[in-house]
């Protein structure tokens, strides 16, 4: 299957800081990527939505002008949590979107284990 | 509303079989997902159904009934390493991922 990339792996931040992390899909292009938020064993919640040189679409409750996207590239998504604090504790995961014909398949980054102080 | 239902939890025996059910009820269908998470990792793909029927991959089949919204995932020869979670994920008419909770399969020696 193909590759998505995802950086750094872990986080740790004082309360106050920002945090960037980046999603690469790294043998495809990707039109659409997604990122999500899980915290412990609850399922997967997505928080936005974005696609190739246009705004991110945010689901309700999540807070755009914290949780700042950027997809410039077809290979490139970003995530940044500004003024990160404690409750934004959670594992962020990135996944990208390829479309094959009419099937559509939907990788996964590692994800990233962010903990704020 | 959407809705996707998978049992919580299941327990097998190494070796043995297991089936997974998901049923769903979304606005569109484009396709449904079967990913496998790991406890601290994020989900790999497992498979992606579209037309009804049964598609198999190795120890792993996953079936599709559009018209009862039912899908199940199907392990054979259950090995330790599938201790996992899987979730069950509906792609909507806009092309958005609607995600089951997960269900827990643990497996005993």
């Known amino acids: 299957g193909a590759v998505v990339s995802q950086h750094p792996s872990r986080v740790i931040c004082k309360s106050g800081t920002s945090v960037k992390i980046e999603c690469r899909s790294l043998?495809?292009?990707?039109?659409?990527m997604f990122w999500y938020r899980q915290f412990p064993k609850q399922s997967l919640m997505l928080m936005a939505t974005?696609?190739?040189?246009?705004?991110?679409?945010?689901e309700q409750g999540v807070e755009k002008d914290k949780f700042l996207i950027n997809h410039a590239s077809l290979t490139l998504s970003t995530l940044t949590v500004t003024s990160a604090h404690p409750e934004d504790s959670s594992f962020y995961i990135c996944?990208?979107?390829?479309?094959?014909?009419?099937?559509?398949?939907?990788?996964f980054g590692p994800g990233t284990r962010l903990t704020v102080l | 509303g959407q809705n996707i239902d998978q049992p919580t939890e299941m327990t097998a025996t190494e070796g043995a079989i297991v089936q997974i059910n998901c049923t769903y009820q979304t606005s569109g269908f484009n396709g449904l997902f079967w990913y496998q998470q790991h406890a601290g990792e994020a989900p790999t793909f497992l498979s992606y159904?579209?037309l009804d029927g049964l598609e198999e991959k190795g120890r792993f089949s996953s079936f599709l009934s559009r018209s009862k919204g039912y899908s199940y995932l199907l392990l054979k020869e259950l090995q330790m390493k599938d201790s996992a979670s899987y979730l069950c994920?509906?792609?909507?008419?806009?092309?958005?991922?609607?995600w089951g909770a997960g269900t827990k399969l643990i497996i005993k020696p």
């Open positions: 043998d495809f292009q990707a039109t659409t």
């Open positions: 974005s696609n190739e040189g246009s705004k991110a679409t945010y």
């Open positions: 159904n579209v």
């Open positions: 996944s990208a979107r390829q479309r094959e014909g009419q099937a559509y398949e939907q990788f």
């Open positions: 994920a509906v792609m909507d008419s806009n092309y958005q991922l609607i």
